[in-house]
């Protein structure tokens, strides 16, 4: 493929790992152009500092290396939960929500530098090349990008590694000292792909995991939590107030102990493959639980069911990098409209795996405990008014047996 050399300079997504170091080698040397790294801090869990460090020992002058944990949380992570969005019925879409905020700020940064090209370390096989792009190119269109596995030769993690050697660039190894898994992560999640796990029918040993405990050696007891909902979103933890990006933390910490949010499926590719993963996400399956139980009390029969039609769509939309197309604003209007009453406290108990609900209570609860009771509630309501309710909906079942019998 033949490179585009009217480039000076680009922005590169930098993670300081394998991939991203060895594209940030290969621009230099492909393209002769200056390369500009933008790191975001969004909870990865590492030392941020040494990403600087290798960026610098391979030529580059400058570096962003931005704490974005609170916006990600904030203006990403909640306002996809409102929507309780699972990607075909399990997906947390933990990796799918941090593409859009480092898109933007990759596009900001060129703005800011006068780079002419951004490039991303997403492979040609998988979602993450989409995501990036669609962000891209929703923000300016007029961007030149790059990327880097659609155009080079080195189509196989062996040829990276053989890269990588050739030119010093450091390998990080797993804690048997072999080559990792192909890893993303942030403060939702993380996730493996690779190596044993492109066999679906192996079973992942621990060294896979590294967020939570297994759910069999989690702690043999109960661990009770309250949380706080204002507007669908948490802001109060057993009573502590925590903004967006601490909460989360908080409830990482819970559910990693207690082996919560382990998932292992094969999902549906945008572009069109099947593939293996493992995702651990146990702060945000903690929440899902909790919020669903806030929703069930505080939100509308009819509002609800349109809501949970809503979400795979929403869901889709994420998953597949339209984090910044009208529909999906649209979409997040009607589900943050939806909210405005989310309010209340939810109780739970954390155990081996499971998020078990055992209350909740809102100043806007539609529960009416006269209403439903098996006993003789202050409420005026005549059973029989239910015979009149069911003879309407029988209507055309009936007519169908008449008239076809």
């Known amino acids: 493929m033949e490179l585009n050399k009217n480039i000076n300079k680009v922005v590169l997504a930098y993670s300081g790992g394998l991939d991203t170091s060895v594209i940030l080698k290969w621009l230099q040397e492909n393209y002769n152009s200056e390369v500009v790294t933008f790191t975001a ?61 480092i898109a933007k700020r990759q596009i900001e940064i060129a703005k800011e530098v006068g780079a002419q090209a951004v490039s991303h370390g997403a492979t040609g096989k998988g979602n993450d090349q989409v995501r990036f792009e669609l962000g891209y190119y929703s923000l300016n269109p007029k961007i030149k990008v790059i990327a880097p596995w659609r155009e080079w030769n080195l189509n196989s993690r062996k040829k990276l590694i053989e890269y990588a050697q050739k030119n010093q660039i450091t390998i990080q190894k797993d804690r048997k000292g072999e080559d990792p898994f192909s890893v993303d992560a942030n403060l ?68 990693a102990e207690n082996g919560i949010g382990r998932i292992d499926i094969v999902e549906n590719r945008f572009v069109g493959m099947k593939s293996r993963g493992i995702y651990e996400t146990p702060g945000g399956t903690i929440l899902f639980h909790m919020r669903k139980a806030i929703e069930s009390i505080t939100i509308d029969k009819g509002a609800s069911h349109l809501k949970e039609e809503l979400m795979p769509k929403y869901a889709e939309l994420i998953y597949n990098g339209f984090w910044f197309a009208p529909e999906r604003k649209m979409l997040q209007k009607a589900i943050d409209l939806s909210q405005k009453n989310v309010n209340g406290t939810v109780r739970a108990k954390l155990y081996k795996g499971n998020v078990i609900i055992t209350g909740r209570k809102s100043q806007n609860s539609l529960y009416d405990k006269d209403l439903v009771t098996f006993e003789e509630g202050s409420i005026d309501y005549n059973h029989h008014d239910a015979e009149g309710f069911i003879k309407l909906n029988a209507l055309r079942l009936m007519m169908n047996k008449l008239k076809q019998s």
């Open 41 to 101: 801090d969004i909870g990865q869990g590492q030392e941020i500092e040494p990403v600087r460090n290798k960026a610098e020992s391979l030529g580059v002058k400058k570096i962003f290396i931005e704490d974005l944990k609170e916006e990600f949380v904030e203006k990403y992570v909640f306002p996809m939960f409102r929507a309780n969005a699972l990607y075909e019925g399990v997906y947390l879409l933990g990796t799918s929500i941090a593409r859009p905020l």
């Open 188 to 255: 939702l999640h993380i996730s493996a792909e690779g190596k044993i796990l492109e066999d679906p029918w192996i079973e992942p040993n621990e060294l896979v995991f590294s967020r939570t405990k297994s759910p069999l050696d989690a702690p043999d007891r109960i661990t009770e939590i309250t949380l706080t909902f204002f507007n669908g979103d948490p802001v109060e933890l057993n009573n502590e107030k925590l903004s967006p990006a601490k909460m989360l933390i908080k409830l990482n910490e819970l559910g």
